[in-house]
C-alpha cells in the first residue's frame, strides 16, 4: 500500500522512467535581504538563500551548474531526463528578459523535460505566470511558493514580508493560468503550537495546491535563528516530534496533493542544530514505518475521504 502521494512515483507516471531534478542558482536575490521590505530576510534563512550557492558564492553559470548536475545524475541514479529546479533565493526577482533567458538557458540542454521554479509569493505577476505557462507545451512546469505557515502572527515572527492572503492570492492566481502549485512549510516555527501547524496542512488542503513539500526548521550558522537558539530563545523539536507531525499533516491533505518533500537537507558543516536532521534516509524511512504502524495514509483526515 502507498501511504503517500511521493514525487518520484508520480514523475514516473508521467514519463515512465526515473527523472531527476538539478539545483541551480541563478544569482538572483530576494526583496527581504536587498532592503526593498528588509535587509535581514527571514530569520532561518543562510547566505546560500536555501540553496547551492553555485552563482551567489561559486560563480558558476547556470549551463556549468546543468552540466554537472546531469554528470552527477547520470552517473548516481542512471537518470537521463531532467528537470531544472531554481532555488537558490527568489526565482521571479529579475526582469522578465533576463527571467525568461535564464530558463531558455536551463532547458536548452539534453534530458531537460521540466522546470521547477522557487520564489515568493509577491514576486509574482501576470507577465511572469504567462511566462511559466509558455513552457507548458515541451516541458512539465512547477511554480513553488513559500508560505511556511498559514498564520500571519508566524509570519510576522519569521520576518517573511509578506501575509497569507498574499500567498493565496499567488495560489489563486497561478491556478488561474493552469500552472501547478507546490507550497513550502515548515514545522517546528517559534510559537507554533502542534494545533497551529495542522491549521496549516487545513488550509492548503482547500486551497488549488497541487503539491507540499514539507520542511523540520533546522538552525544553521549565521542566521538569526542561530542566536535565537544560541540565547536559548528556540528549542528545535526532537525527532519523534517531528515524525508525528508529519504523519498527522499528512493525514489532513487531499490524497492526490503530491508530496515533493518531507524534510530537509541540511548542510553538515553549516548544521547547528538538530544533529538527527543530517540523517534523512533514517527520517524518511521513520516516517514510512510510523505511517505502517498507524496504519494511516495521506488524506485519511481529508474531507473528501471521509466522505467517500
Request: charged share 25%; proline share 5%; net charge neutral.
Amino acid at each position: 500500500m502507498r501511504r503517500y502521494r511521493d514525487y518520484n512515483t508520480y514523475l514516473r507516471e508521467i514519463f515512465g522512467e526515473r527523472v531527476q531534478k538539478i539545483s541551480l542558482d541563478a544569482g538572483l536575490g530576494c526583496p527581504n535581504r536587498d532592503g526593498t521590505l528588509s535587509s535581514k530576510g527571514c530569520i532561518f534563512c543562510d547566505d546560500r538563500g536555501s540553496g547551492t550557492g553555485a552563482m551567489i558564492l561559486q560563480g558558476r553559470t547556470i549551463s556549468e551548474q546543468v552540466q554537472e548536475g546531469r554528470r552527477f545524475a547520470k552517473k548516481r541514479y542512471g537518470a537521463d531526463l531532467f528537470i531544472a529546479y531554481f532555488q537558490s533565493f527568489t526565482n521571479t526577482y529579475g526582469p522578465l528578459p533576463e527571467l525568461k533567458a535564464l530558463y531558455d538557458e536551463a532547458l536548452g540542454h539534453p534530458g531537460m523535460v521540466g522546470l521547477s521554479v522557487a520564489t515568493r509569493p509577491d514576486c509574482v505577476n501576470p507577465e511572469i505566470w504567462e511566462l511559466l505557462r509558455s513552457y507548458q507545451e515541451k516541458h512539465l512546469v512547477w511554480v513553488e511558493y513559500g508560505l511556511q505557515s498559514a498564520h500571519d502572527i508566524t509570519l510576522a515572527r519569521i520576518n517573511r514580508g509578506h501575509d497569507v492572503a498574499c500567498f493565496e492570492e499567488a495560489v489563486r492566481q497561478s491556478s488561474r493560468y493552469g500552472l501547478s502549485v507546490c507550497a513550502h512549510v515548515i514545522l517546528g516555527l517559534p510559537g507554533e503550537t502542534p494545533d497551529m501547524m495542522m491549521d496549516t496542512a487545513r488550509y492548503l488542503a482547500r486551497l488549488p495546491v497541487h503539491g507540499i513539500k514539507i520542511h523540520l526548521l533546522y538552525v544553521v550558522k549565521n542566521t538569526p535563528l542561530a542566536v535565537l537558539y544560541q540565547r536559548g530563545e528556540y528549542a528545535c523539536l526532537n525527532r519523534d516530534e517531528y515524525i508525528d507531525l508529519v504523519i498527522a499533516f499528512l493525514e489532513l491533505l487531499p490524497p492526490s496533493m503530491v508530496i515533493h518533500r518531507l524534510t530537509g537537507d541540511p548542510i553538515s558543516s553549516e548544521l547547528v542544530a538538530p544533529e538527527w536532521a543530517e540523517d534523512k534516509m533514517t527520517n524518511l524511512n521513520l516516517i514510512r514505518k510510523g505511517l505502517e504502524e498507524q496504519n494511516t495514509w495521506q488524506g485519511r483526515k481529508h474531507p473528501m475521504s471521509i466522505a467517500g
